[in-house]
């Protein structure tokens, strides 16, 4: 680990004690000199980019050139690769990247709720799925804009909420919404796991690893489940109209190996997670194409026999 390098606690020591009032001691007479908070540009300030952040920034990359001189693989610093940083935006191409994604799921929520008539079974279900999804995105865009604890903590939280409601809308769509039940018997246990882990996460242990685990874990279930769904459930529909959902589905197994793997980012912008966001935004385009297919379909069958599927 960088950070847990001689070199670079030299340099963070070396860099708050000339920079950084608050992070040493010093005599009257030998206060830290301040310029750097004078010449900080205003966006920097907006980011909240502090004096000994600044110092970690710099020690970071200088101590990167100290590994490169010598050989080393390029060290992680505080369990994150180094990025180059752009207009105080720490991690500019996955930030950007979660922004596109919530313009999609913006955009086609809207011809969803053109395209959808209220009186759908499943139009407050898909509704309720794309503000979740956009309001994941947006902590997404924000944790990974600058990285804070609290940032941090609603990136994990939100992203959870998403791969789950998502799952509960699957459990919904498979079981009907014909009645009270239907729609509460599937909540519950959910949201149960959710409220645990959200608490273990915050007062028990911070542990990557089994956030991982539960979202990838949830992620195949819905997987499979749609996947599923497409070949056994097609309702008299054709597989053309199904499509969509299948592409939708395995063009996310595909790319959830992106979530997996784990390597220095490319030009120290693009790692496995910001292609992850990449790869992930043009698949809302073809995934509400079959929400609101089938979301018709359904207002179509109930219409017609007076029953929910």
Request: glycine share 4%.
């Amino acid at each position: 680990m960088g950070d847990r390098s001689n070199y670079f606690r030299t340099c963070l020591l070396q860099c708050s004690q000339a920079n950084c009032p608050s992070s040493a001691f010093f005599v009257e007479n030998d206060l830290p000199d301040a310029s750097w908070a004078r010449q900080q540009p205003w966006y920097m300030k907006a980011f909240l980019w502090e004096c000994e952040d600044e110092c970690k920034y710099n020690c970071m990359w200088d101590t990167v050139d100290r590994f490169r001189e010598n050989n080393y693989s390029i060290p992680q610093f505080y369990g994150k690769w180094p990025f180059v940083r752009l207009f105080g935006i720490q991690e500019p191409a996955s930030a950007i990247f979660s922004i596109l994604n919530g313009i999609a799921h913006f955009y086609m929520l809207q011809k969803f709720l053109r395209a959808v008539p209220k009186e759908a079974p499943t139009f407050y279900l898909w509704r309720t799925y794309a503000m979740v999804s956009i309001n994941a995105w947006f902590w997404s865009s924000v944790f990974h804009t600058r990285d804070f604890p609290f940032t941090e903590k609603m990136d994990y939280f939100c992203a959870l909420a998403a791969v789950l409601f998502s799952f509960y809308a699957f459990l919904i769509r498979l079981i009907g919404y014909d009645r009270t039940w239907k729609w509460t018997a599937p909540a519950l246990p959910l949201l149960i796991f959710y409220t645990y882990h959200c608490y273990y996460l915050t007062f028990v242990r911070f542990d990557y690893g089994y956030n991982m685990v539960a979202n990838v874990s949830v992620g195949v279930l819905n997987s499979i489940g749609w996947l599923v769904f497409c070949a056994v459930r097609r309702e008299g529909r054709s597989w053309k109209e199904l499509m969509p959902c299948a592409v939708s589905v395995l063009m996310v197994d595909c790319l959830m190996v992106l979530e997996l793997l784990d390597f220095p980012p490319l030009f120290f912008t693009f790692d496995a997670h910001s292609l992850w966001h990449l790869g992930t935004a043009p698949i809302a385009f073809l995934w509400y194409r079959f929400l609101i297919e089938d979301s018709l379909h359904v207002h179509r069958q109930e219409r017609k026999t007076g029953k929910f599927l």
